[in-house]
């Protein structure tokens, strides 16, 4: 099944203390972003991949840090967390540049740092 | 500035009857796409429908479908036929070429409740 999967779903964490969530699609897309929901917000770009080692910053990097290694996982790194990082965070990966290309959202993790 | 605006910040709809869901957008480029998208409150986006700047028709994907009004640059979403499993959130966005690699720019979204 073609996917978009993040670990870990929920997470509640104390500031400072740096945590990875996790990122990857079983479907070869060149293109993956994150992105974070907060109400009244909309959902707004964090960090996004056009392809393997290529990185660079959406519209909120800061706070926040990317790889792409692999083409399949794009993790996200919160260094030292703050409770303004609280929030659901999404991934989501697209097959290639075109903008016709739909994107797929992983299931989407919930953090609470307090 | 925004570049999706969604002016209806909450909706209600009675079953069966049909809606449309507001959204305009603003960009300098001929080259675009516009989705939306469907949160429910278990939080997943659901992809609903896509129209292409270049499309001369308007999209349709079963009960959705999207007037899209390329010179007012609006691109409003219609359910026909509501559900009460239709009750969502719901977001409007675009795909443009930019320097910032085709960013997913996305409006605030629109609750839409659909009652019996």
């Known amino acids: 099944e073609a996917q978009v999967t993040q670990n870990p779903r929920y997470l509640i964490t104390v500031t400072g203390k740096k945590l990875t969530v996790t990122c990857s699609q079983n479907?070869?897309?060149?293109?993956m972003s994150w992105y974070r929901q907060d109400p009244g917000l909309g959902l707004r770009q964090i960090y996004y991949s056009m392809n393997v080692e290529v990185t660079d910053k959406g519209d909120v990097p800061e706070g926040y840090k990317v790889s792409r290694k692999e083409k399949r996982n794009f993790p996200l790194i919160l260094e030292s967390p703050s409770p303004n990082q609280t929030s659901l965070y999404f991934c989501?990966?697209?097959?290639?540049?075109?903008?016709?290309?739909?994107?797929?959202f992983g299931p989407g993790t919930r953090l609470t740092v307090l | 500035a925004q570049k999706i605006t969604q002016t209806q910040p909450g909706m209600f709809v009675q079953e069966k009857e049909a809606v449309t869901l507001d959204c305009t957008y603003d960009t300098s480029d001929p080259s675009y796409g516009l989705f939306w998208y469907k949160q429910p409150s278990s939080g997943e986006m659901i992809f609903l429908i896509y129209?292409?700047?270049?499309?001369?028709q308007n999209a349709t994907e079963g009960r959705y479908s999207l007037n899209f009004q390329k010179a007012r640059k609006s691109a409003n979403l219609v359910i026909s036929a509501s559900q009460l499993g239709d009750s969502a959130m719901y977001f409007c966005a675009m795909r443009e070429p930019s320097n910032s690699g085709y960013a997913l720019n996305f409006g605030k979204g629109t609750s839409l409740l659909v009652t019996p």
């Open positions: 479907m070869n897309h060149e293109y």
């Open positions: 129209q292409g700047s270049y499309d001369q």
């Open positions: 989501a990966s697209t097959k290639d540049r075109g903008s016709y290309n739909e994107q797929f």
